[in-house]
């Protein structure tokens, strides 16, 4: 088809090709061409070869664009990772005007954004970046009640760890899980160029502009594992990759098919998704911080005596069965949400708003940075985990006591460790002395380490 858009583009400019029979070489020959990324260069190609365009000017850049039938340029996924590729190449990028924005965030190298092919032929134009939106999310004002659960999503930012939330419906988890991003740090311009790039491939980017705000994905239960880690015949981005940086938040976490969140096991490990297929191998960047919300059984009301269902406990018994051991494993915090009382729902918000909290939080993750490997906590491991966790007398007989209570994995007794240095990271406020873990952060950090009911 990009034979016929080409010929259609370029007599609609009034220019027609030269009675005999061209070929446009796509090397390599072996590497599957899919898209319309072609049109533009084999356009340019044409120009040049007709004498239109001066072929000394088209030396140096690297073109990709979609044409339509009129001659104007359609975008294209992928912009940005190719300006990047043409920057370190020192090379230059043609490319449409509508993804002109999202290729000047490349940082270097001369950009050519033109919104027809007659733009380009006399003279390549500039292309401007608009300033994105300040992102609004919801206030954790809010929120009545609920102070264990905002403790508990206060402590999950400021370490960026994983956050399950169990409770009836009408509760108040998504709502939580909703202010998540309100009370995180924006993204650096490194992890901002990085969830733009993978956004890009995904066609994405909507109008280019890359927002600041970490990424906050939430799909339904009932999407599939190619479209949760990725895949499909052109081995998209998922959902998974698309949260990168950001937060990936699972409502009605039993609801989805076991085999999808199993999946989910080596993404949360690794910070990576691999999909391989017959003809291609593929790795997105998949570092995300996973926050689920499920109900303690399929009626949503085990815990109250009034409206439980006939068939408890066995029907939490089989409910919470959906779930995996290993999967449950890789949750730092465990939380019960209650329903919330009528009291509190009557009453003037008195707790604390998202600014506060947000402020906390970033003292916290600085501290973090401040460390040798500038690492959140999340993801400390090995000898740094073993050095930023230094445990007195107290703080090791209480943490080996629980682990024998609790039969704690080694994987769960690194995380306690981990949610307890983030508790004391926390408390420590813009101090710049280094806080040690003592008992009580460890109390607090077991009190959230449970298994669903």
């Known amino acids: 088809e990009s034979r016929e858009r080409v010929r259609a583009a370029l007599a609609s400019l009034g220019l ?12 390599p020959a072996d590497l599957a061409k899919e898209g319309s ?4 260069p084999i356009a340019l190609g044409l120009l040049a070869a007709m004498g239109v365009v001066a072929e000394e000017d088209l030396i140096g850049f690297l073109a990709l664009g979609e044409l339509a039938l009129d001659g104007k340029l359609a975008a294209v996924a992928g912009v940005l990772p190719a300006a990047i590729g043409a920057a370190s190449a020192d090379l230059g990028l ?15 190298g001369e950009i050519v954004a033109a919104p027809d092919l007659l733009a380009l032929i006399n003279h390549f134009k500039g292309s401007q970046v608009l300033g994105p939106p300040p992102p609004l999310y919801p206030d954790l004002a809010d929120i009545k009640g609920q102070e264990s659960a905002r403790r508990a999503l206060e402590i999950a930012a400021a370490g960026g760890h994983n956050l399950l939330m169990v409770g ?6 998504s709502m939580l899980a909703a202010r998540l991003p309100g009370i995180l740090p924006p993204l650096s311009p490194a992890e901002a160029i990085e969830v733009a790039m993978v956004r890009s491939v995904a066609g994405a980017l909507g109008d280019g502009t890359i927002d600041p705000a970490r990424p906050f994905r939430d799909p339904h ?9 990725g895949g499909g015949s ?16 699972l409502d009605e976490l039993a609801e989805f098919p076991r085999p999808v969140l199993d999946s989910l096991r080596q993404p949360i490990e690794t910070g990576r998704a691999v999909i391989s297929r017959a ?7 998949a570092r995300f911080q996973l926050v689920a919300a499920m109900n303690p059984c399929r009626c949503g009301f085990l815990a109250d005596p009034a409206r439980a269902c006939a068939q408890a406990p066995r029907c939490s018994q089989s409910y919470q069965a959906r779930l995996s051991g290993p999967l449950l494993d890789r949750f730092d915090l465990a939380i019960e949400v209650a329903a919330v009382a009528i009291d509190d729902l009557s009453a003037p918000p008195t707790l604390e708003g998202s600014a506060t909290i947000a402020a906390r939080v970033a003292a916290a993750r600085a501290r973090q940075s401040a460390r040798g490997d500038g690492l959140l906590n999340a993801r400390v491991d090995g000898a740094a985990l073993t050095a930023v966790c230094a445990l007195d007398r107290d703080g090791d007989t209480l943490l ?12 769960g007794y690194h995380r306690v460790l981990r949610v307890a240095r983030t508790i004391a990271d926390l408390e420590a406020g813009g101090d710049t002395a280094e806080t040690p873990v003592a008992r009580r952060h460890l109390a607090e950090a077991l009190s959230y380490r449970r298994a669903v009911p």
Request: proline share 11%; net charge positive; glycine share 8%.
């Open 16 to 27: 027609a090709l030269p009675p005999k029979r061209l070929t446009i070489n796509l090397s």
């Open 37 to 40: 990324h072609f049109d533009l």
């Open 94 to 108: 043609i490319c449409p005007a509508a993804n002109g924005p999202e290729a000047a965030w490349a940082g270097h």
């Open 168 to 173: 009836p419906p009408g509760a108040g988890k």
């Open 221 to 229: 239960h009932s999407s599939s594992m190619p479209a949760l880690i």
């Open 234 to 249: 052109q081995a998209k981005p998922g959902e998974v990759s698309l949260a990168h940086c950001g937060v990936l938040f």
């Open 279 to 285: 003809n291609r191998h593929v790795t997105y960047p």
């Open 400 to 411: 080996r006591a629980a682990a024998e209570a609790l039969q704690l994995s080694a994987r």
